[in-house]
């Protein structure tokens, strides 16, 4: 397909996705084109970068801040709903601050493998105990099905945050059948996927968007949250989104 045929749909993928460098919106573009079958074959990032570049729609670099923590553990899992390979969801909790100085609390369980966001809530109060414990049951049942209990023990990864440690949160998770794993203290690098998920949800989806009160926010968040799952390249699942990845996965 000839460049000039691609331009306005880079254009428009620019334009709907403004955070998103070449390589994120090659894939976008090659998903618009596998679904409009207007070609078989996937198009190269380098040539997209090229027609970016001409056309002055890539992304100002931004600096790199230096790091005096680092992190060089193993977080992904290589199987996602195995019996017979480490399988473990992170969570975490973020604030969005609104317009009018209204808070909205997030809080999410990730799956390690296929990044894909399994469950979340949301609330101006507080996160608590008891919405934890709701987002493992959601967590065990959009994986599982209605069961009670999990049929293999999967590890729970969070940082030290009160509604994660608290005895009543922990002993509902081992009920479940979760083994709960906590991050050092001041050490929030070890559970990075979540930590990632943040970063990149806050990018994509919050400072983009009008969040002019608490209303607003919440009743964006599944679209958005969907949205990720759906259609976010990400870079360790080959520029697949969670859901694309997992598919594949299943489907092998």
Same mark, same amino acid.
């Given at each position: ?76 899992? %290589? ?5 017979? /390979?480490? @399988?473990?969801?992170?969570?975490? &909790? #973020?604030? !969005? ?64 945050? %009160? ?5 009543? /949160?922990? @002993?509902?998770?081992?009920?479940? &059948? #979760?083994? !709960? ?72």
């Amino acid at each position: 397909m000839d460049d000039l045929l691609l331009l306005p749909i880079i254009r428009e993928i620019c334009d709907e996705r403004p955070s998103n460098g070449y390589r994120r919106v090659t894939a976008h573009l090659n998903r618009y084109l596998q679904q409009h079958m207007l070609q078989l074959a996937r198009v190269n990032p380098k040539r997209i970068y090229r027609i970016m570049k001409q056309n002055k729609l890539l992304l100002t670099r931004a600096m790199q801040l230096k790091n005096d923590r680092t992190h060089e553990g193993q977080v992904a899992v %290589s199987v996602s709903n195995s019996r017979f /390979t480490k @399988q473990c969801f992170s969570s975490d &909790g #973020f604030e !969005i601050k609104c317009w009018n100085g209204e808070k909205v609390l997030v809080i999410f369980s990730l799956d390690c493998c296929d990044r894909e966001i399994i469950s979340y809530a949301a609330t101006t109060m507080g996160i608590s105990s008891d919405m934890v414990c709701d987002v493992l049951v959601q967590s065990m049942e959009k994986r599982f099905g209605a069961v009670s209990n999990l049929p293999h023990t999967i590890e729970w990864l969070t940082d030290n945050g %009160s509604c994660y440690i608290a005895k009543s /949160t922990r @002993q509902f998770a081992h009920t479940l &059948g #979760f083994q !709960i794993c906590t991050t050092p203290i001041r050490s929030p690098q070890n559970n990075g996927m979540a930590e990632a998920f943040v970063k990149t949800f806050k990018r994509d989806y919050v400072y983009l968007n009008d969040v002019p009160d608490a209303e607003t926010v919440l009743n964006a968040l599944p679209a958005s949250m969907n949205d990720y799952n759906c259609n976010h390249p990400h870079s360790g699942l080959k520029m697949k989104s969670p859901q694309e990845f997992r598919s594949l996965k299943l489907a092998s």
